[in-house]
């Protein structure tokens, strides 16, 4: 009974590579439901986006200040100048960045180059230039290697084996142990991956665009020290650890003759 659950777990996902290695070498395979497709979650992100921009606007909260948005949107452009060495077809996304009045401390990049940063970000960790396109070359990385995406497959596919295994079986027990599981071996580890993807690629991306990428080490440590004893919103997606900042060290490193050979 177990094998057939596993079976459907299994098959409900294709391997794919979303992006070349590039220099920090991000290769991991891939695998993706094909209840979901690039274009539908795109599609989606659009009207979400829409959505947050049109509720935004309503309440005077839509790139509040012209001076900051102006910032966000350089850095913004000048690291998806550089997304065709991990995915040339990024290239022809419709990219769009917003700055969002809010006070959390965060900021992400929807499927398909969705972007906002929020001012609590801005006003809190006061992020240099550097610092900021350590940031969104991080979030725009989540984007390219479309972790959205595998995350939902992940989702689907589990979905769709606990409740057949949950019938086959009768019990609703089961399908709790298989949901708790499912958790364990599929959120959890993966998306510790996802994250050291998108900080190795962060790096590489803000070093091609002539930032350095040694400012990730540090917006991540003024990250985990903001907010007094609260946890800023982006930490709770986007976990700090003594691991996290030693990996960024040995990636920032790999690319910094990148950003060194444009100054």
Known sequence: MVGTGV??????????QTTQSGLVGVDRTQYM???VSEAELDQEAAKQYRQILTQARAQNALDPSAAQTQRVQTIARRLIGQVGVFRPDARQWAWEIHVLKSDEVNAWCMPGGKIAVYTGLLDKIKPTDAELAAVMGHEISHALREHAR????RQMGASVGISILAAITGSQAVADLGSNLSEVMFTLPNSRSNETEADRMGAELAARAGYDPRAAITLWQKMAQAGGGGQPEILSTHPSSASRIQDLEQASARVLPLYQQKH
């Open 150 to 153: 595998e995350q939902v497959s």
């Open 7 to 16: 079976a459907i777990l299994l098959t409900a996902c294709a391997p794919v």
């Open 33 to 35: 439901s094909g209840l």
